[in-house]
């Protein structure tokens, strides 16, 4: 399923996210801890206000967004 990921956008789409639906919950983004980029997908490691972190997976060719809340460990949940 695609997650909704709201993204500051200038020169090009989804150049950072700012807001997302995560389990029914609208979080916004405090700050973009790392950004990269693999063939598949452009991906942002993210923490949101209450601390939690999730990682953003925007894969382009499909146009959909992948959200994954992560551990202390950087494992998915």
Excluded: I, N
């Excluded at 979080?27 to 693999?38: G, M």
């Amino acid at each position: 399923m695609s997650e909704v990921v709201t993204c500051y956008s200038g020169a090009r789409y989804a150049e950072r996210p700012v807001a997302f639906q995560y389990a029914g919950e609208r979080l916004q983004v405090s700050a973009v801890v790392r950004t990269w980029r693999e063939p598949a997908a452009l991906f942002f490691l993210v923490q949101t206000s209450d601390g939690r972190r999730f990682r953003l997976a925007y894969e382009e060719e499909a146009g959909r967004w992948c959200v994954d809340q992560l551990t202390d460990a950087g494992k998915s949940v």
